[in-house]
């Protein structure tokens, strides 16, 4: 009886471990919701069977035991995302818009819950650029018959996802902690067919209202214009329409080759991604008036790669006079050599011929007639935008050089731990120390600047070498960037206002991206509350005053808060547990960098 008692023990230990396991597993891989209930079935009934099996032969009382477990391996194989349509108003009984009439067709939308927002989604806003139009500059939209239905956004731009385990494992390590969510989100459906804008505007006969066109991130390879992060509804509340864009992506959207450029009677490759924001702008523009929106203020905003893209389309002749205002959020291309996102017409060519190579084609038909999902796999990232003397005439940093960019306002910033979501999955089984840090060093800045590093950090290297390095590659990555574009362009003539985003929370807090929520009143929709307390909304209510300030007026100073023009060497605004003005701690840092850069584009002429 004895040994019975230890036995059932520890078969229930043992039986607990694999009950978490299993529920961990389902959490990570996301999906679909009926299979948890399916899980918790199976060991419930394992339990049971355990109990009433207990005075059974021990062959019969395990076997069937283990049958029950075997049934996990059809939820193992089962357990992925779904894939869905995205609503545009989360609520299914929300009410239709009225018909809005547009330059190519009429639409009608759906209002937010109070019917203070009208929301249209999936709005064409160019020819879908598939088979003989892919790699093709984007092309105007066809009119079309009969009222559009815009309730539902459009698929994203074809794009590869990764792991859903790898995916919640990332947000493990973000939130610190696990909070599982079975609510098992599915996936948004990809496809080449993808340019699409999403509008958001207030419930208002009101003319000439401001614009704001969000260009999303994900470094030019992934992410969706309807994120929950940007959704515009805050901002429409505000009395600012905003507007999100889709456009191609990765091989899709920067895929170079000078078969490509011969085809274009503008001589252009390697930036159709670039040319559909710009594109998007143009049906901005000419559409303003359809929707009540003022096209001669209209201001370009965007995260990551989609800052890059800002600074890009600050720096091109084809968007100019079709936007007033800039909002960069944590990067730029205005840089001596941009550490990233930008590439050379020669460098994007080379990629170009490996590509086709990799592909075992021969010319730009073969490569036209490869399916998505295969092209997709490339090895090679497509991750940067070219200088191909059409959409970029001359490298951003000259442009603002001779004083030809497009702003007239500037708002940008960073965030204080930007480079640590890329360092440490780089660095995981060798994290950064004491002894390594002049070698990691080395390799990115060469001997001479790596040292003079070192110096100006002795200090704080011997405190944390782990936490300087990463400080030092964010602000070689992100901040300088956004150090050199405000340099620059206050030196051209545009208002230029600046910050530095410091609040942590429970969540992304001050990583990569953090700050997208708070700035686009967004806190109220997040998936992960937990994260987010009273300070974190009163901060968020202070930064969506100052951003949709900006739209409205090219001034993000709210009544409450003065909010100075930057000047060089100036102060600039923390956003966090404090807001207000505070010294840039990295002004000693910038000249190194920048005389790194400046020798290295010499090294190369």
Known sequence: MRKKVIGFCIFSVIYALISLLLLFYLDLANGPLVLLFVEIAILIGGIVVRILFRDKKFFLRNVVWIGLLV??????????????????????KSEQTEVLSLKSGDVVGLYNDDKTVQVYAGIPYAKPPVGELRWKEPQDVEHWDGVKECFYFAPRAYQSYGSSIMDTLVEIYSERSWHPD???????????????????????????????????????????????????????????????????????????????????????????????????????????????????????????????????????????????????????????????????????????????????????????????GVLVQTKYSNSSMTLDGYALTKNPYEVYRDKENNETNLLNGYNIKEADAFVIPQNLFTPVNKDNIKDRLISVFGQTYAEKIMTLYSDR????????????????????????????????????????????????????????????????????????????????????????????????????????????????????????????????????IEEYLLTKTAEKQ
């Not at 049934?71 to 108003?89: C, D, E, G, Q, Y």
């Not at 307390?533 to 949709?548: G, I, Q």
């Open 182 to 372: 079975y609510n098992m989100h599915p996936r948004d459906y990809v496809s080449e067919d993808c340019l699409y804008l999403n509008i958001w505007k207030p419930n208002t006969t009101e003319k000439n209202l401001p614009i704001i066109i969000y260009i999303h991130g994900g470094s030019l390879t992934s992410g969706s214009s309807y994120a929950s992060d940007i959704n515009g509804e805050t901002f429409a509340k505000n009395g600012v329409i905003m507007i999100t864009v889709a456009y191609r992506l990765g091989i899709f959207g920067y895929y170079a080759h000078e078969d490509l450029a011969s085809e274009s009677e503008n001589g252009t490759t390697g930036n159709y991604g670039l040319l559909d924001q710009i594109k998007a702008l143009k049906w901005v523009s000419e559409n303003a008036e359809c929707f009540g929106g003022d096209k001669n203020n209209i201001t370009i905003a965007g995260e990551s790669a989609g800052s890059s893209s800002v600074s890009a389309i600050c720096s091109s002749p084809l968007a100019k006079g079709l936007f007033k205002n800039a909002i960069g959020e944590s990067s730029s291309v205005v840089v001596i050599e941009p550490p990233h996102t930008y590439r050379t017409y020669e460098s994007a060519i080379a990629t170009g011929h490996k590509i086709m190579e990799e592909f075992s084609c021969s010319t730009i038909e073969d490569m036209r007639k490869l399916d998505a």
């Open 71 to 92: 049934l996990n391996i059809p939820v193992f194989l089962l357990a992925k995302p779904a894939f869905a349509n995205t609503r545009a108003v989360s609520n299914e």
């Open 461 to 592: 290297i011997q405190s944390n070498a782990f936490e300087a390095y990463n400080e030092i590659i964010s602000v070689y990555w992100f901040i300088y960037p956004h150090h050199s574009w405000s340099k620059m362009a206050m030196d051209s003539g545009v208002n230029v206002y600046r910050y530095q985003f410091t609040k942590e929370n429970g969540y992304y807090g001050t990583y990569h991206s953090g700050e997208i929520i708070y700035a686009y009143g967004n806190i109220y929709k997040s998936n992960h509350q937990f994260a987010y307390n009273d300070s974190d909304r009163a901060l968020s209510d202070t930064m969506v005053k100052c951003w949709t300030n900006f739209v409205k007026t090219g001034d993000p100073g709210t009544d409450s808060l003065e909010y100075p023009e930057y000047t060089e060497n100036g102060k600039i605004m923390e956003f966090g547990e404090n807001v207000g003005l505070i010294e840039d701690r990295y002004l000693d840092l910038y000249p190194i």
